[in-house]
Protein backbone atom coordinates (compact mmCIF):
# COMPACT_ATOMS: atom_id res chain seq x y z
CA UNK A 1 0.00 0.00 0.00
CA UNK A 2 1.14 3.51 -0.99
CA UNK A 3 2.33 5.72 1.93
CA UNK A 4 0.04 7.88 3.25
CA UNK A 5 0.05 11.17 5.43
CA UNK A 6 -1.73 13.75 7.61
CA UNK A 7 -3.31 17.11 6.47
CA UNK A 8 -4.74 20.12 7.86
CA UNK A 9 -6.93 22.04 6.18
CA UNK A 10 -8.17 25.57 7.36
CA UNK A 11 -10.97 27.93 6.63
CA UNK A 12 -10.31 31.42 7.74
CA UNK A 13 -13.37 33.26 8.80
CA UNK A 14 -15.81 34.60 5.95
CA UNK A 15 -16.87 37.42 8.60
CA UNK A 16 -20.76 36.65 7.96
CA UNK A 17 -23.58 35.69 10.01
CA UNK A 18 -24.16 32.83 7.43
CA UNK A 19 -22.40 29.82 8.28
CA UNK A 20 -22.10 26.88 6.66
CA UNK A 21 -19.10 24.62 6.00
CA UNK A 22 -16.55 25.39 3.18
CA UNK A 23 -16.76 23.66 0.17
CA UNK A 24 -13.60 24.57 -1.46
CA UNK A 25 -12.00 22.40 1.68
CA UNK A 26 -14.46 19.57 1.57
CA UNK A 27 -13.96 19.22 -2.43
CA UNK A 28 -10.14 19.06 -1.10
CA UNK A 29 -10.68 16.90 1.34
CA UNK A 30 -12.89 14.58 -0.58
CA UNK A 31 -9.66 13.02 -2.71
CA UNK A 32 -7.46 13.03 0.01
CA UNK A 33 -9.43 10.57 2.17
CA UNK A 34 -10.59 8.65 -1.02
CA UNK A 35 -6.85 8.11 -1.23
CA UNK A 36 -6.81 7.27 2.45
CA UNK A 37 -4.78 10.16 3.51
CA UNK A 38 -6.00 11.63 7.22
CA UNK A 39 -7.87 14.88 6.69
CA UNK A 40 -8.81 17.36 9.83
CA UNK A 41 -10.66 20.50 8.58
CA UNK A 42 -10.80 23.21 10.87
CA UNK A 43 -13.92 26.01 10.05
CA UNK A 44 -12.66 29.35 11.83
CA UNK A 45 -16.58 29.92 12.51
CA UNK A 46 -16.39 27.08 14.41
CA UNK A 47 -13.57 27.45 17.03
CA UNK A 48 -13.32 30.13 19.64
CA UNK A 49 -9.65 30.16 18.90
CA UNK A 50 -8.52 29.17 15.23
CA UNK A 51 -4.42 29.57 15.99
CA UNK A 52 -4.89 27.01 18.90
CA UNK A 53 -7.17 24.45 16.88
CA UNK A 54 -4.84 24.54 13.88
CA UNK A 55 -1.44 24.14 16.35
CA UNK A 56 -3.82 21.29 18.03
CA UNK A 57 -4.70 19.57 14.78
CA UNK A 58 -1.25 19.68 13.05
CA UNK A 59 0.65 17.25 15.64
CA UNK A 60 1.97 14.79 13.47
CA UNK A 61 0.87 16.01 9.91
CA UNK A 62 2.76 17.26 6.70
CA UNK A 63 0.91 19.87 5.35
CA UNK A 64 -1.38 22.47 6.19
CA UNK A 65 -3.84 23.87 3.40
CA UNK A 66 -5.12 27.54 3.65
CA UNK A 67 -8.44 28.76 1.74
CA UNK A 68 -8.60 32.33 0.83
CA UNK A 69 -10.49 34.95 -1.22
CA UNK A 70 -9.20 38.18 -1.70
CA UNK A 71 -10.38 40.39 1.45
CA UNK A 72 -10.38 39.71 5.46
CA UNK A 73 -9.64 36.03 5.02
CA UNK A 74 -6.49 36.46 4.66
CA UNK A 75 -6.11 38.05 7.67
CA UNK A 76 -6.33 35.14 10.12
CA UNK A 77 -5.07 32.98 7.01
CA UNK A 78 -1.84 34.88 7.95
CA UNK A 79 -1.49 34.76 11.39
CA UNK A 80 -2.49 30.84 11.52
CA UNK A 81 0.15 29.86 8.97
CA UNK A 82 3.06 31.99 10.78
CA UNK A 83 2.15 30.48 13.75
CA UNK A 84 1.46 26.98 12.20
CA UNK A 85 5.19 27.61 10.57
CA UNK A 86 6.90 29.28 13.93
CA UNK A 87 5.85 25.71 15.50
CA UNK A 88 6.61 23.63 12.78
CA UNK A 89 9.34 24.54 10.72
CA UNK A 90 9.20 21.51 8.53
CA UNK A 91 5.51 21.90 7.64
CA UNK A 92 4.67 22.70 4.17
CA UNK A 93 1.82 25.60 4.05
CA UNK A 94 -0.14 25.18 1.03
CA UNK A 95 -2.02 28.46 0.27
CA UNK A 96 -5.38 27.79 -2.61
CA UNK A 97 -8.19 29.36 -3.51
CA UNK A 98 -9.48 32.26 -5.72
CA UNK A 99 -6.72 35.10 -3.85
CA UNK A 100 -3.88 32.57 -4.00
CA UNK A 101 -4.78 31.69 -8.16
CA UNK A 102 -4.82 35.27 -9.23
CA UNK A 103 -2.12 36.72 -7.24
CA UNK A 104 0.31 33.45 -7.43
CA UNK A 105 3.60 35.08 -7.15
CA UNK A 106 2.96 37.80 -4.44
CA UNK A 107 0.83 34.70 -1.87
CA UNK A 108 4.17 32.92 -2.46
CA UNK A 109 6.61 35.82 -0.99
CA UNK A 110 5.01 36.16 2.22
CA UNK A 111 7.28 34.31 4.87
CA UNK A 112 5.18 31.38 6.02
CA UNK A 113 3.72 30.33 2.59
CA UNK A 114 5.77 27.28 1.02
CA UNK A 115 3.11 26.07 -2.35
CA UNK A 116 0.16 28.35 -3.60
CA UNK A 117 -2.03 26.02 -6.09
CA UNK A 118 -3.32 27.38 -9.11
CA UNK A 119 -7.04 27.23 -9.75
CA UNK A 120 -8.90 23.68 -8.99
CA UNK A 121 -7.36 22.15 -6.03
CA UNK A 122 -8.18 18.61 -5.63
CA UNK A 123 -5.61 17.04 -7.65
CA UNK A 124 -2.50 19.13 -7.17
CA UNK A 125 -3.40 18.77 -3.32
CA UNK A 126 -3.38 15.11 -3.94
CA UNK A 127 0.09 14.86 -5.95
CA UNK A 128 1.47 17.23 -3.13
CA UNK A 129 0.08 14.82 -0.14
CA UNK A 130 1.09 11.81 -2.05
CA UNK A 131 4.51 13.31 -2.42
CA UNK A 132 4.66 14.18 0.98
CA UNK A 133 3.97 11.08 2.12
CA UNK A 134 6.68 9.14 0.17
CA UNK A 135 8.80 11.87 1.85
CA UNK A 136 9.97 13.63 -1.57
CA UNK A 137 8.81 16.96 -0.07
CA UNK A 138 6.50 19.62 -1.48
CA UNK A 139 8.73 20.76 -4.93
CA UNK A 140 7.49 19.89 -8.39
CA UNK A 141 3.82 19.13 -8.47
CA UNK A 142 1.67 21.19 -11.88
CA UNK A 143 -0.49 23.45 -11.54
CA UNK A 144 1.64 24.72 -8.26
CA UNK A 145 4.58 27.43 -7.55
CA UNK A 146 6.95 26.76 -5.14
CA UNK A 147 10.22 28.26 -3.25
CA UNK A 148 13.62 26.46 -4.51
CA UNK A 149 16.59 27.87 -2.13
CA UNK A 150 13.79 31.21 -1.85
CA UNK A 151 13.56 31.80 -5.11
CA UNK A 152 10.05 31.13 -6.94
CA UNK A 153 9.36 28.65 -9.00
CA UNK A 154 6.21 27.98 -11.20
CA UNK A 155 5.66 24.08 -11.53
CA UNK A 156 4.11 22.66 -15.24
CA UNK A 157 1.00 24.22 -15.44
CA UNK A 158 -2.03 21.77 -15.35
CA UNK A 159 -5.43 21.94 -17.38
CA UNK A 160 -8.58 22.09 -16.15
CA UNK A 161 -10.21 19.03 -15.33
CA UNK A 162 -13.73 18.43 -15.61
CA UNK A 163 -15.63 18.00 -12.12
CA UNK A 164 -16.95 15.05 -13.66
CA UNK A 165 -13.73 13.12 -13.98
CA UNK A 166 -12.52 14.21 -10.31
CA UNK A 167 -12.05 11.98 -7.82
CA UNK A 168 -15.44 11.45 -5.69
CA UNK A 169 -16.06 14.72 -3.20
CA UNK A 170 -18.02 12.83 -0.79
CA UNK A 171 -15.35 11.17 1.54
CA UNK A 172 -14.84 15.25 1.88
CA UNK A 173 -18.76 15.79 2.73
CA UNK A 174 -18.20 12.51 5.51
CA UNK A 175 -16.07 14.69 7.34
CA UNK A 176 -18.49 17.63 8.32
CA UNK A 177 -20.23 17.35 11.36
CA UNK A 178 -23.62 19.46 10.62
CA UNK A 179 -25.12 18.78 13.91
CA UNK A 180 -21.78 20.99 14.55
CA UNK A 181 -23.58 23.81 12.90
CA UNK A 182 -26.97 23.55 13.24
CA UNK A 183 -26.21 24.52 16.82
CA UNK A 184 -24.51 27.38 15.74
CA UNK A 185 -27.16 28.20 13.05
CA UNK A 186 -30.18 26.31 13.64
CA UNK A 187 -29.99 25.13 9.91
CA UNK A 188 -28.62 21.54 8.56
CA UNK A 189 -26.95 23.21 5.44
CA UNK A 190 -24.25 22.48 3.09
CA UNK A 191 -22.96 24.00 -0.34
CA UNK A 192 -22.87 21.83 -3.88
CA UNK A 193 -20.85 22.82 -7.04
CA UNK A 194 -22.50 21.49 -9.61
CA UNK A 195 -20.48 23.53 -12.28
CA UNK A 196 -17.86 25.44 -12.94
CA UNK A 197 -17.48 28.75 -14.83
CA UNK A 198 -19.70 30.86 -16.64
CA UNK A 199 -19.70 32.48 -20.45
CA UNK A 200 -20.30 35.62 -19.30
CA UNK A 201 -17.51 38.73 -19.22
CA UNK A 202 -19.10 41.32 -16.78
CA UNK A 203 -16.93 43.71 -15.92
CA UNK A 204 -15.98 43.75 -12.57
CA UNK A 205 -15.58 39.94 -12.04
CA UNK A 206 -12.90 37.75 -11.46
CA UNK A 207 -14.26 34.56 -12.69
CA UNK A 208 -13.14 34.03 -15.89
CA UNK A 209 -9.36 34.24 -14.82
CA UNK A 210 -10.00 31.53 -12.62
CA UNK A 211 -12.53 29.39 -14.18
CA UNK A 212 -12.33 30.12 -17.50
CA UNK A 213 -15.63 31.11 -19.58
CA UNK A 214 -16.57 27.68 -20.90
CA UNK A 215 -19.18 26.03 -18.71
CA UNK A 216 -17.80 22.69 -16.97
CA UNK A 217 -21.27 20.57 -16.17
CA UNK A 218 -21.49 17.42 -13.91
CA UNK A 219 -24.40 15.73 -15.45
CA UNK A 220 -27.53 15.47 -14.04
CA UNK A 221 -27.71 12.19 -12.91
CA UNK A 222 -24.59 12.54 -11.14
CA UNK A 223 -26.06 15.73 -9.08
CA UNK A 224 -29.32 13.81 -8.49
CA UNK A 225 -26.97 10.42 -6.61
CA UNK A 226 -24.75 13.26 -4.44
CA UNK A 227 -28.10 15.24 -2.95
CA UNK A 228 -29.42 11.28 -2.32
CA UNK A 229 -26.67 10.64 -0.74
CA UNK A 230 -26.35 14.22 1.56
CA UNK A 231 -30.16 13.72 2.44
CA UNK A 232 -29.68 10.16 3.28
CA UNK A 233 -26.43 10.26 4.87
CA UNK A 234 -25.89 14.48 6.27
CA UNK A 235 -29.79 14.83 6.88
CA UNK A 236 -28.91 18.74 4.97
CA UNK A 237 -32.10 20.68 4.64
CA UNK A 238 -31.10 23.51 3.15
CA UNK A 239 -27.97 23.42 -0.20
CA UNK A 240 -26.66 26.03 -2.10
CA UNK A 241 -25.87 25.53 -5.42
CA UNK A 242 -22.11 27.57 -5.53
CA UNK A 243 -22.43 27.79 -9.98
CA UNK A 244 -22.11 30.98 -10.78
CA UNK A 245 -25.24 30.53 -13.55
CA UNK A 246 -27.44 28.12 -12.58
CA UNK A 247 -30.35 28.51 -15.41
CA UNK A 248 -28.20 28.87 -18.58
CA UNK A 249 -29.25 25.48 -19.62
CA UNK A 250 -32.58 25.63 -19.18
CA UNK A 251 -33.71 21.87 -20.01
CA UNK A 252 -30.60 20.60 -17.69
CA UNK A 253 -32.32 22.47 -14.58
CA UNK A 254 -35.65 21.39 -15.26
CA UNK A 255 -34.32 17.73 -15.35
CA UNK A 256 -32.37 18.41 -12.11
CA UNK A 257 -36.55 19.70 -10.82
CA UNK A 258 -38.19 16.68 -11.54
CA UNK A 259 -35.05 14.28 -10.56
CA UNK A 260 -35.45 15.88 -7.17
CA UNK A 261 -39.42 16.06 -7.23
CA UNK A 262 -38.97 11.67 -8.37
CA UNK A 263 -36.39 10.58 -5.63
CA UNK A 264 -39.01 11.99 -3.12
CA UNK A 265 -36.01 14.54 -1.97
CA UNK A 266 -36.80 16.62 0.63
CA UNK A 267 -34.87 19.38 0.45
CA UNK A 268 -35.02 23.47 -0.20
CA UNK A 269 -32.41 24.49 -2.33
CA UNK A 270 -31.01 28.11 -4.00
CA UNK A 271 -28.98 29.16 -6.57
CA UNK A 272 -27.75 32.55 -7.95
CA UNK A 273 -27.98 33.34 -11.23
CA UNK A 274 -28.47 36.50 -13.56
CA UNK A 275 -32.02 37.60 -13.68
CA UNK A 276 -32.11 37.54 -17.79
CA UNK A 277 -31.40 33.92 -17.78
CA UNK A 278 -34.55 33.40 -15.22
CA UNK A 279 -36.82 35.38 -16.39
CA UNK A 280 -36.81 33.47 -19.71
CA UNK A 281 -38.16 30.70 -17.80
CA UNK A 282 -41.94 30.20 -18.06
CA UNK A 283 -44.32 30.38 -15.00
CA UNK A 284 -44.87 26.53 -15.14
CA UNK A 285 -41.15 26.34 -15.37
CA UNK A 286 -40.35 28.40 -12.07
CA UNK A 287 -43.17 26.76 -10.22
CA UNK A 288 -41.42 23.37 -10.90
CA UNK A 289 -38.06 24.64 -9.38
CA UNK A 290 -40.21 25.66 -6.61
CA UNK A 291 -42.08 22.15 -6.05
CA UNK A 292 -38.81 20.63 -6.54
CA UNK A 293 -37.43 22.83 -3.21
CA UNK A 294 -36.10 25.78 -5.09
CA UNK A 295 -36.83 28.61 -2.36
CA UNK A 296 -34.45 31.53 -3.05
CA UNK A 297 -32.52 32.98 -6.13
CA UNK A 298 -29.31 35.53 -5.89
CA UNK A 299 -29.01 38.01 -8.37
CA UNK A 300 -26.70 40.00 -9.63
CA UNK A 301 -28.82 42.77 -10.70
CA UNK A 302 -25.82 45.78 -10.27
CA UNK A 303 -27.61 49.00 -11.45
CA UNK A 304 -30.99 50.65 -11.91
CA UNK A 305 -29.22 52.72 -14.76
CA UNK A 306 -29.44 50.82 -18.03
CA UNK A 307 -25.91 52.71 -19.02
CA UNK A 308 -24.34 51.76 -16.50
CA UNK A 309 -25.01 47.90 -17.23
CA UNK A 310 -24.36 49.03 -20.58
CA UNK A 311 -20.76 49.98 -19.29
CA UNK A 312 -19.82 47.11 -17.58
CA UNK A 313 -20.98 44.64 -20.02
CA UNK A 314 -24.09 43.02 -18.08
CA UNK A 315 -26.02 41.99 -21.12
CA UNK A 316 -28.90 42.39 -18.93
CA UNK A 317 -31.22 45.58 -18.45
CA UNK A 318 -33.26 46.69 -15.43
CA UNK A 319 -36.87 45.43 -17.27
CA UNK A 320 -35.11 42.31 -16.98
CA UNK A 321 -34.39 42.54 -13.72
CA UNK A 322 -38.54 43.50 -13.04
CA UNK A 323 -39.28 40.54 -14.85
CA UNK A 324 -37.15 38.30 -12.72
CA UNK A 325 -38.71 39.57 -9.66
CA UNK A 326 -42.32 39.20 -11.59
CA UNK A 327 -41.52 35.50 -11.98
CA UNK A 328 -39.99 34.56 -8.48
CA UNK A 329 -42.94 36.36 -7.31
CA UNK A 330 -45.57 34.13 -8.93
CA UNK A 331 -43.77 30.84 -8.03
CA UNK A 332 -43.25 32.08 -4.15
CA UNK A 333 -39.89 32.15 -4.31
CA UNK A 334 -37.73 34.51 -2.38
CA UNK A 335 -35.58 36.90 -4.76
CA UNK A 336 -32.57 38.27 -3.40
CA UNK A 337 -30.42 41.32 -5.74
CA UNK A 338 -27.02 42.73 -5.50
CA UNK A 339 -26.44 46.01 -6.19
CA UNK A 340 -22.79 47.65 -6.88
CA UNK A 341 -22.27 51.24 -6.34
CA UNK A 342 -19.59 53.24 -7.14
CA UNK A 343 -19.02 51.83 -10.20
CA UNK A 344 -16.19 53.52 -12.96
CA UNK A 345 -18.68 56.21 -14.07
CA UNK A 346 -21.91 56.19 -12.43
CA UNK A 347 -23.26 59.17 -12.12
CA UNK A 348 -25.62 61.04 -9.38
CA UNK A 349 -28.34 60.32 -11.32
CA UNK A 350 -27.44 56.19 -11.89
CA UNK A 351 -27.14 56.07 -8.21
CA UNK A 352 -30.83 57.07 -8.31
CA UNK A 353 -31.55 55.56 -10.10
CA UNK A 354 -30.61 52.20 -8.86
CA UNK A 355 -31.90 53.59 -5.10
CA UNK A 356 -35.55 53.88 -6.93
CA UNK A 357 -35.30 50.65 -8.35
CA UNK A 358 -34.70 48.98 -5.72
CA UNK A 359 -37.73 50.94 -3.95
CA UNK A 360 -39.65 49.15 -6.67
CA UNK A 361 -38.74 45.69 -6.18
CA UNK A 362 -39.67 46.17 -2.51
CA UNK A 363 -42.75 47.39 -3.48
CA UNK A 364 -43.57 44.91 -6.37
CA UNK A 365 -42.88 41.76 -4.08
CA UNK A 366 -42.72 41.12 -0.44
CA UNK A 367 -40.75 37.75 -1.31
CA UNK A 368 -37.81 39.62 -2.67
CA UNK A 369 -34.78 41.62 -0.84
CA UNK A 370 -31.77 43.89 -2.02
CA UNK A 371 -28.49 44.34 -0.61
CA UNK A 372 -25.42 46.59 -1.73
CA UNK A 373 -21.81 46.48 -2.39
CA UNK A 374 -18.97 49.27 -3.14
CA UNK A 375 -17.34 48.25 -6.38
CA UNK A 376 -14.12 46.73 -5.26
CA UNK A 377 -11.30 46.15 -8.47
CA UNK A 378 -10.67 42.53 -8.32
CA UNK A 379 -7.60 41.84 -10.21
CA UNK A 380 -8.19 39.50 -12.93
CA UNK A 381 -11.38 41.32 -13.55
CA UNK A 382 -11.88 43.22 -17.03
CA UNK A 383 -11.98 46.08 -15.00
CA UNK A 384 -8.81 45.92 -13.07
CA UNK A 385 -6.55 47.77 -15.46
CA UNK A 386 -8.95 50.72 -15.77
CA UNK A 387 -9.27 50.66 -11.84
CA UNK A 388 -5.48 51.02 -11.79
CA UNK A 389 -5.26 54.12 -14.72
CA UNK A 390 -8.50 55.78 -12.44
CA UNK A 391 -6.00 55.85 -9.61
CA UNK A 392 -5.79 52.48 -7.39
CA UNK A 393 -3.26 51.58 -5.70
CA UNK A 394 -2.60 48.02 -5.60
CA UNK A 395 -1.87 46.25 -2.68
CA UNK A 396 1.91 45.17 -2.54
CA UNK A 397 1.88 41.98 0.35
CA UNK A 398 -0.54 39.51 0.83
CA UNK A 399 -1.63 40.82 4.20
CA UNK A 400 -1.87 44.67 2.35
CA UNK A 401 -4.96 42.61 0.72
CA UNK A 402 -6.85 42.48 4.28
CA UNK A 403 -9.21 45.51 3.65
CA UNK A 404 -10.07 45.09 0.40
CA UNK A 405 -13.53 44.21 1.05
CA UNK A 406 -16.43 45.55 -0.95
CA UNK A 407 -18.37 46.46 2.67
CA UNK A 408 -15.63 49.76 3.21
CA UNK A 409 -14.26 49.87 -0.39
CA UNK A 410 -12.55 53.70 -0.30
CA UNK A 411 -12.20 54.48 -4.28
CA UNK A 412 -9.97 57.43 -5.40
CA UNK A 413 -12.97 58.60 -7.62
CA UNK A 414 -15.25 58.01 -4.06
CA UNK A 415 -13.69 58.86 -0.89
CA UNK A 416 -14.71 61.46 2.08
CA UNK A 417 -17.88 62.84 2.46
CA UNK A 418 -18.61 61.28 -1.12
CA UNK A 419 -17.94 57.77 0.48
CA UNK A 420 -19.92 58.66 4.10
CA UNK A 421 -22.79 59.93 2.10
CA UNK A 422 -22.49 56.41 -0.18
CA UNK A 423 -22.41 54.55 3.39
CA UNK A 424 -25.44 56.24 4.74
CA UNK A 425 -27.54 55.69 1.63
CA UNK A 426 -26.37 52.01 1.92
CA UNK A 427 -27.67 51.84 5.60
CA UNK A 428 -31.17 54.12 4.98
CA UNK A 429 -32.12 50.56 2.54
CA UNK A 430 -31.13 48.45 5.40
CA UNK A 431 -33.02 50.90 7.74
CA UNK A 432 -35.76 51.03 5.06
CA UNK A 433 -36.71 47.91 3.70
CA UNK A 434 -36.69 43.89 5.26
CA UNK A 435 -33.36 41.81 4.62
CA UNK A 436 -33.74 38.03 5.18
CA UNK A 437 -30.70 35.99 5.94
CA UNK A 438 -30.31 33.07 4.06
CA UNK A 439 -32.47 30.36 5.45
CA UNK A 440 -34.78 32.42 7.34
CA UNK A 441 -38.27 33.59 5.92
CA UNK A 442 -38.61 36.55 8.26
CA UNK A 443 -35.65 39.17 9.03
CA UNK A 444 -34.60 39.36 12.71
CA UNK A 445 -37.02 40.32 15.18
CA UNK A 446 -34.37 43.28 15.64
CA UNK A 447 -34.16 44.02 12.33
CA UNK A 448 -38.12 44.11 11.92
CA UNK A 449 -38.54 46.25 14.73
CA UNK A 450 -35.66 49.13 13.92
CA UNK A 451 -37.53 49.38 10.37
CA UNK A 452 -41.18 49.70 12.11
CA UNK A 453 -39.38 52.43 14.37
CA UNK A 454 -37.26 54.04 11.27
CA UNK A 455 -38.29 52.46 7.87
CA UNK A 456 -40.89 55.69 7.31
CA UNK A 457 -38.14 58.02 7.79
CA UNK A 458 -35.54 55.93 5.54
CA UNK A 459 -37.93 55.18 2.79
CA UNK A 460 -39.03 59.08 2.73
CA UNK A 461 -35.44 60.02 2.43
CA UNK A 462 -34.86 57.12 -0.63
CA UNK A 463 -37.69 58.47 -2.41
CA UNK A 464 -36.74 62.23 -2.24
CA UNK A 465 -32.72 61.18 -2.61
CA UNK A 466 -32.63 63.61 0.98
CA UNK A 467 -29.53 62.24 2.81
CA UNK A 468 -28.23 65.10 5.06
CA UNK A 469 -28.44 65.43 8.55
CA UNK A 470 -28.51 61.88 8.91
CA UNK A 471 -29.33 61.62 12.19
CA UNK A 472 -31.34 58.17 12.62
CA UNK A 473 -27.85 56.40 11.22
CA UNK A 474 -25.45 58.43 13.32
CA UNK A 475 -27.86 57.76 16.57
CA UNK A 476 -27.64 53.94 15.25
CA UNK A 477 -23.62 54.54 15.08
CA UNK A 478 -23.90 55.23 18.23
CA UNK A 479 -26.04 52.69 20.20
CA UNK A 480 -23.16 50.49 17.85
CA UNK A 481 -20.62 51.50 19.56
CA UNK A 482 -21.96 51.53 23.34
CA UNK A 483 -23.39 47.83 22.42
CA UNK A 484 -20.92 46.59 19.07
CA UNK A 485 -23.27 43.34 19.13
CA UNK A 486 -26.35 45.30 18.65
CA UNK A 487 -26.20 44.92 15.07
CA UNK A 488 -28.92 44.80 12.32
CA UNK A 489 -28.64 42.67 9.15
CA UNK A 490 -25.48 43.25 7.71
CA UNK A 491 -24.23 40.58 5.65
CA UNK A 492 -22.94 42.95 3.33
C1 LIG B 1 -20.38 30.61 -1.40
C2 LIG B 1 -19.70 31.92 -1.67
C3 LIG B 1 -19.70 32.84 -0.64
C4 LIG B 1 -20.28 32.56 0.74
C5 LIG B 1 -19.18 31.81 1.55
C6 LIG B 1 -19.69 30.81 2.53
C7 LIG B 1 -18.67 29.73 2.85
N1 LIG B 1 -18.72 29.23 4.03
O1 LIG B 1 -17.88 29.32 2.01
C8 LIG B 1 -20.59 34.00 1.24
C9 LIG B 1 -22.00 34.38 0.85
C10 LIG B 1 -20.42 34.23 2.72
C11 LIG B 1 -19.62 34.83 0.37
C12 LIG B 1 -19.19 36.09 0.70
C13 LIG B 1 -18.34 36.84 -0.11
N2 LIG B 1 -17.88 36.52 -1.32
CO1 LIG B 1 -18.15 34.82 -2.11
N3 LIG B 1 -18.51 33.33 -3.13
C14 LIG B 1 -19.06 32.18 -2.91
C15 LIG B 1 -19.07 31.30 -4.17
C16 LIG B 1 -20.43 31.42 -4.83
C17 LIG B 1 -18.78 29.84 -3.96
C18 LIG B 1 -17.44 29.52 -3.26
C19 LIG B 1 -17.27 28.03 -3.23
O2 LIG B 1 -17.37 27.43 -2.19
N4 LIG B 1 -17.06 27.41 -4.41
C20 LIG B 1 -16.93 25.97 -4.57
C21 LIG B 1 -15.50 25.52 -4.43
C22 LIG B 1 -15.42 24.02 -4.63
O3 LIG B 1 -14.76 26.15 -5.44
P1 LIG B 1 -13.54 27.11 -5.07
O4 LIG B 1 -13.91 27.93 -3.90
O5 LIG B 1 -13.10 27.79 -6.28
O6 LIG B 1 -12.41 26.09 -4.59
C23 LIG B 1 -11.58 25.39 -5.51
C24 LIG B 1 -10.29 26.14 -5.84
O7 LIG B 1 -10.39 27.52 -5.72
C25 LIG B 1 -9.25 25.53 -4.96
N5 LIG B 1 -9.10 25.93 -3.59
C26 LIG B 1 -9.87 26.68 -2.79
N6 LIG B 1 -9.35 26.72 -1.55
C27 LIG B 1 -8.24 25.96 -1.54
C28 LIG B 1 -7.34 25.66 -0.52
C29 LIG B 1 -6.28 24.81 -0.80
C30 LIG B 1 -5.32 24.47 0.28
C31 LIG B 1 -6.09 24.30 -2.11
C32 LIG B 1 -4.97 23.42 -2.41
C33 LIG B 1 -6.98 24.64 -3.13
C34 LIG B 1 -8.06 25.45 -2.83
O8 LIG B 1 -9.67 24.18 -4.94
C35 LIG B 1 -11.10 24.13 -4.83
C36 LIG B 1 -11.58 22.88 -5.50
O9 LIG B 1 -11.19 22.88 -6.85
C37 LIG B 1 -17.94 31.97 -5.03
C38 LIG B 1 -18.12 31.87 -6.54
C39 LIG B 1 -17.81 30.49 -7.04
N7 LIG B 1 -18.54 30.05 -7.99
O10 LIG B 1 -16.91 29.79 -6.57
C40 LIG B 1 -17.99 33.41 -4.54
C41 LIG B 1 -16.68 34.21 -4.45
C42 LIG B 1 -15.61 33.33 -3.85
N8 LIG B 1 -17.00 35.28 -3.53
C43 LIG B 1 -16.47 36.38 -3.87
C44 LIG B 1 -16.66 37.58 -3.16
C45 LIG B 1 -16.11 38.83 -3.81
C46 LIG B 1 -17.33 37.60 -1.94
C47 LIG B 1 -17.62 38.83 -1.08
C48 LIG B 1 -16.55 39.88 -1.06
C49 LIG B 1 -18.97 39.38 -1.53
C50 LIG B 1 -19.36 40.65 -0.84
N9 LIG B 1 -19.78 41.53 -1.68
O11 LIG B 1 -19.29 40.83 0.34
C51 LIG B 1 -17.85 38.19 0.30
C52 LIG B 1 -16.50 38.10 1.00
C53 LIG B 1 -16.56 37.58 2.39
C54 LIG B 1 -15.20 37.64 3.05
N10 LIG B 1 -15.20 37.95 4.31
O12 LIG B 1 -14.18 37.49 2.44
C55 LIG B 1 -15.63 36.27 -5.12
C56 LIG B 1 -14.13 36.23 -4.79
C57 LIG B 1 -13.29 36.98 -5.80
C58 LIG B 1 -11.84 36.95 -5.43
N11 LIG B 1 -11.05 37.49 -6.31
O13 LIG B 1 -11.39 36.51 -4.43
C59 LIG B 1 -16.21 34.99 -5.75
C60 LIG B 1 -15.24 34.21 -6.56
C61 LIG B 1 -17.43 35.42 -6.62
C62 LIG B 1 -17.03 36.09 -7.89
N12 LIG B 1 -17.12 35.46 -9.05
O14 LIG B 1 -16.64 37.23 -7.87
N13 LIG B 1 -19.23 34.14 -0.71
S1 LIG C 1 -20.90 38.31 -12.64
FE1 LIG C 1 -21.93 36.37 -12.88
S2 LIG C 1 -22.70 36.41 -15.02
FE2 LIG C 1 -21.15 38.02 -14.86
S3 LIG C 1 -19.22 37.02 -15.54
FE3 LIG C 1 -19.29 36.89 -13.28
S4 LIG C 1 -20.22 34.89 -12.85
FE4 LIG C 1 -20.69 35.39 -15.01
Redo the contacts with the bound molecule.
Keep these: MAPKTKIV?F?P????E???????????AGPLRGAGHEVVVV?A?LVEDPTAAVLAALEGATAL?????????IRQAVAVGRAAKARFPDLAV?????????MPEQTLAADFVDVV?L????L??LE?ADRLARGEGHQGVPGTLWKQDGVPVRGAPRGHTPIAA?PDRMPGYELVDLDDYQRRTGLRWL?Y?AS?G?PFDCAY???AS??GRKLDLLPVDRVLEDLSWLVRHKGVDLL?F???IFFCFRPRVLELAEGILSRGLKLSWYV?DRADSFARLSADQARLLRRSGLVRVHFGAESGSDEVLQSIDKRSNVERTLAAVDRCREADIRASF?FIFGLPGERPEDLQATVDLIGRIYARSDRADCHT?IF?P????PLWQESLDLGVVPPATLEEWVDY???VTVLPWLRGAEHRRLQDIRQYLRLGYPNVR?GEDRGTLRHRAALRLLGPSARWRMRHHRYDLPLEIRGYEAARRLRPTWKLYE??
Design positions: LFPYETEICPPAALIAIDSGISIITGPMVLGGWHPSIVRQGEAMLLMTHCCSNVYGTDDQGNTYPGSFPRVRF
